[in-house]
């Protein structure tokens, strides 16, 4: 029987922007997890829940320009960089001094900004498809047709936009939901981010990955040409405290997540439990 966790919605502002976020759990053992993109946070809510059952406490946030967060029209409100700046600008509205930082795809990305810029606040690493040097001309062809519809045709974005929100969330299942959710975009927010996103630094250079010390644990995927399993192996490879996972199947972890989720599950309870854990981003 699952262990049922307390779950209350908050919000913050970095200037005028909001941002909203979910948490699970209570206590100061905290867990962030950070979504893909174009994704809302609620994509998280089944890993988040099966980590706060454990006893710790996992937020899960909308960077702005997602979810039910605001969506800025500057593009260089999606920076990389700026995406990492919201994840620890969260972390001081909580009052949490280190967290163990998660994401999928863009999030994983996210996460290393936030252990290049700040490591004392990393506790550990979560990291599933990072986005790195072998995705990016599969990443180009996924999206840049997306950015091209949401600037220049942005009836087909609004369109798709009304015909998702007509669909009731309760009568699909839990992921039907999801894919709804990514699919209702406004078009000049999305064409921002994206441009954002693929104009700006992806992630830290290699050379400082290599710096990053804190505990990670790095899912990979077979087989998904836009998050290489190859880029996986490789930041395992960088950074000294890696573990490589790979993944069966690019839908393992949504449709058969016991294994990966024990996985992490497993790894958060380490990295908080390890001593050394605390030396390591302090240092």
């Not at 209702?184 to 954002?196: L, R, S, T």
């Amino acid at each position: 029987m699952a262990t049922l966790v307390s779950e209350r919605v908050g919000q913050f502002f970095i200037d005028h922007d909001r941002l909203e976020y979910t948490e699970y759990g209570a206590g100061d053992r905290w867990v962030v997890l950070v979504h893909g993109q174009l994704m809302p946070r609620r994509m998280h809510q089944p890993l988040a829940r099966a980590i706060a059952a454990e006893g710790f406490h996992v937020v899960t946030l909308d960077l702005l320009g997602h979810g039910r967060s605001d969506r800025p029209l500057d593009p260089k409100e999606y920076s990389m960089t700026a995406f990492g700046e919201q994840v620890l600008a969260l972390l001081d509205h909580l009052g949490a001094d280190q967290a163990v930082i998660g994401g999928t795809s863009l999030g994983s990305n996210v996460a290393l900004e936030v252990a290049d810029a700040a490591p004392e606040r990393v506790r550990g690493l979560l990291l599933e498809m990072p986005v790195l040097d072998n995705a990016l001309e599969a990443g180009l062809i996924a999206f840049g047709p997306l950015m091209f519809a949401a600037r220049f045709v942005p009836v087909s974005v609004t369109a798709l936009r009304v015909l998702t929100r007509a669909v009731p969330r309760g009568l699909v299942p839990f992921w039907g939901g999801i894919v709804l959710d990514t699919l209702g975009q406004q078009p000049a927010p999305m064409a921002a981010a994206i441009h954002g996103i693929f104009f700006g630094r992806f992630a830290p250079p290699s050379r400082r990955r290599r710096l990053i010390e804190a505990p990670a644990l790095v899912v990979g995927h077979p087989r998904d040409p836009i998050h290489p399993a190859a880029d996986a192996a490789m930041l395992a490879e960088e950074m000294p405290n890696a573990r490589f996972v790979a993944a069966r199947g690019i839908l393992e972890w949504r449709l058969r997540p016991e294994r990966l989720t024990n996985e992490a599950v497993d790894f958060v309870t380490g990295c908080w439990a390890d001593p050394r854990s605390r030396r390591a981003a302090g240092s």
